[in-house]
């Protein structure tokens, strides 16, 4: 094999490494998902259940979801960057194109798909938190005077 098809080879490689991360992420978010969605579940279900024991829980996975979201943002850049070295040995440079296109579009979408992603996490791990300290300001006694 020459230069060309070991660049060509890696390129095909890499790319599929990007799907596979998209996936992952995709993977999480619905796990994460499903588990704040089992805790406000369980809170509706059970009347003696103490607020405190789902909403930590729930703002401490909005956290770890929030972190995640951004994991994955951070290494796909990182894998686009290398993606971009690696087209600088072709003639045609598809995800260079694809940029240049969506930059010239972006304009009409002012909010990322990422950036959008992370309202869910944020707002949860916001509601969670207030409430989280509603609720041990209730539990002292001068608040109920």
């Given at each position: 094999?020459?230069?060309m098809q070991n660049i060509v080879e890696i390129y095909g490689v890499y790319v599929q490494t990007i799907t596979a991360n998209e996936q992952?992420?995709?993977a999480l978010s619905a796990f994460y998902l499903s588990v704040v969605a089992?805790?406000?579940a369980l809170l509706a279900s059970e009347k003696e259940i103490e607020?405190?024991?789902i909403a930590v829980p729930i703002s401490i996975v909005s956290l770890v979801w929030f972190s995640t979201i951004q994991y994955f943002r951070n290494l796909a850049k990182a894998k686009f960057k290398?993606?971009?070295?690696?087209e600088d040995c072709f003639e045609i440079?598809?995800?260079?194109h694809e940029l240049g296109y969506y930059k010239l579009e972006k304009g009409k979408c002012t909010i990322g798909l990422t950036h959008l992603e992370l309202i869910i996490p944020s707002v949860l791990f916001v509601?969670?938190?207030i409430f989280i300290v509603y609720r041990i300001i209730s539990l002292f006694p001068f608040?109920?005077?």
């Open positions: 094999m020459n230069d992952r992420r995709q089992a805790g406000i607020y405190l024991a290398v993606i971009a070295e690696l440079k598809p995800f260079a509601a969670s938190s608040c109920h005077s």
